[in-house]
């Protein structure tokens, strides 16, 4: 099924728990509701609300508000975009504009040959057209977006096909002519890294990423079962620090890794990740010194 992606929703899903209390919740009509999950716990986590008050509508634990004012801004064949958490794909500029990217596809089959990144930006007024191609040159898919000192956009995606990060550039937010650097990154010698989420504090980027084991079988690092890997580019990401594990990332805490089970942020001279997952430790490592330390 095409999928519209809708960019509004990501600001109303973050405040919903925060601007509608349970009783404005119970005042929406039945068209206006959706079934609650069913799954069982060993699927996922099955989020019943329970009521307390004898005000509150008898339909409470069994259905969930979705009204939002959604704008279209784009649309994709390609339903996963993302295993987890999600990556910076949404950028609100300082004059109020934005830039928009998600995993794009416009061939419905099982394969999507023509899969990779998209973008849409919004000039203050309206939304571009919905886009019709990607603006990398190769099959990738997982798009982090950032703007680097110069003004410059950039985007990095992976190779699903053979792991290994792809940087794609234009000359501004807003420019269509975005161009692919010559040559993937942040390449295992004997792993498929894919999944990256990245950051960056002017030219300064940094990245996460995790491996896809179904190709070439589990990568154990210092002890840990396909972690998460970390890379630092200090030149808007032409060249890359050598892959490696963040400091406390070892195996005295963490046996395995996953896929998106992280995030990564980054303002003035802070750069912030979280790494989680099921059932393991939540961790923050932080650094004040723009990544130095």
């Known amino acids: 099924m095409k999928k519209s992606?809708?960019?509004?929703?990501?600001?109303?899903?973050?405040?919903?728990?925060?601007?509608?209390?349970?009783?404005?919740?119970a005042k929406h009509s039945s068209s206006e509701l959706s079934p609650k999950y069913t799954g069982s716990a060993v699927d996922a986590p099955n989020f019943v609300l329970t009521p307390t008050d004898d005000n509150r509508s008898s339909t409470m634990g069994k259905y969930r508000s979705?009204?939002?004012?959604?704008?279209?801004?784009?649309?994709?064949?390609y339903d996963l975009?993302?295993?987890a958490s999600v990556g910076r794909?949404?950028?609100?500029?300082?004059?109020?504009?934005i830039t928009a990217s998600w995993t794009y596809?416009?061939?419905?089959?099982?394969?999507?040959?023509?899969?990779g990144g998209a973008v849409n930006y919004y000039d203050g007024t309206n939304w571009g057209s919905a886009p019709t191609a990607r603006v990398d040159n190769m099959r990738t898919g997982w798009p982090?977006?950032?703007?680097?000192?110069?003004?410059?956009?950039y985007m990095v995606t992976h190779d699903p096909a053979a792991g290994g990060m792809l940087v794609t550039r234009n000359t501004g937010k807003g420019n269509s002519d975005w161009t692919s650097d010559g040559s993937k990154v942040m390449e295992h010698a004997t792993g498929e890294l894919i999944w990256n989420r990245t950051a960056n504090l002017g030219d300064k980027m940094f990245s996460l990423s995790a491996f896809w084991a179904t190709n070439t079988g589990d990568i154990t690092v210092e002890g840990i079962v396909n972690p998460v890997m970390f890379s630092q580019s200090d030149d808007?990401?032409?060249?890359w620090t050598p892959l490696s594990l963040l400091p406390g990332y070892d195996?005295?805490?963490?046996?395995?890794?996953?896929?998106d089970t992280y995030a990564i942020d980054a303002r003035d001279s802070t750069v912030a990740i979280v790494i989680g997952g099921t059932y393991r430790d939540v961790t923050l490592f932080k650094s004040n010194d723009s990544g130095s330390t």
């Open 81 to 83: 975009q993302s295993n």
């Open 5 to 25: 992606i809708l960019f509004l929703a990501l600001i109303s899903v973050s405040s919903l728990g925060y601007n509608q209390s349970i009783k404005n919740l």
């Open 251 to 259: 195996s005295t805490r963490i046996i395995e890794g996953d896929g």
């Open 66 to 77: 979705e009204v939002y004012d959604f704008v279209e801004i784009g649309n994709t064949y």
């Open 144 to 153: 982090s977006i950032g703007q680097l000192a110069d003004g410059s956009m």
């Open 105 to 115: 596809s416009g061939t419905a089959s099982t394969t999507w040959p023509d899969r």
């Open 236 to 239: 808007a990401g032409k060249t």
């Open 89 to 97: 794909r949404v950028m609100l500029h300082d004059d109020g504009t």
